[in-house]
């Protein structure tokens, strides 16, 4: 009894090449995403505060509190051990940042000769296109 082999090639619309492409079907477990499982809830939480962080990080405006005056901008530190500022967008100086993590930013300002910490939540936040 003879076998008979099939070969599956998938070929792109609109390309024209001698060579066989790769079918790509093999890499498809053929398994659903559970959206609702707490792996995927957690990657999800994960994506979120790396994008909020890496929009604070670039100097993306931002507001708090959804404040209709108020918009912000981080700065960087001039120096390789300072962690920058936060300034209006106007361009006035509003603090001095100390840390920066995932979801919180963490400074300091002086008012009539008090330091007053400055603690921000980034997930509180929302930034300005």
Do not use: W
Not at 28 to 34: E, I, L, S
């Amino acid at each position: 009894m003879n076998k008979v082999e099939i070969k599956v090639i998938k070929q792109e619309k609109g390309v024209y090449v001698d060579s066989p492409i790769v079918d790509n079907r093999v890499n498809n477990t053929g398994r659903p995403v559970n959206k609702k499982s707490s792996r995927q809830i957690r990657l999800r939480k994960q994506r979120l505060y790396n994008k909020l962080h890496s929009q604070f990080i670039h100097g993306v405006k931002f507001k708090i509190n959804n404040d209709s005056a108020g918009e912000y901008v981080y700065e960087c530190g001039d120096k390789a051990g300072s962690h920058g500022y936060i300034r209006s967008a106007v361009g006035g100086h509003v603090c001095n940042i100390d840390y920066v993590g995932r979801t919180k930013v963490e400074g300091f300002t002086y008012v009539l000769g008090r330091k007053i910490n400055v603690t921000i939540n980034l997930k509180e936040v929302t930034f300005i296109k």
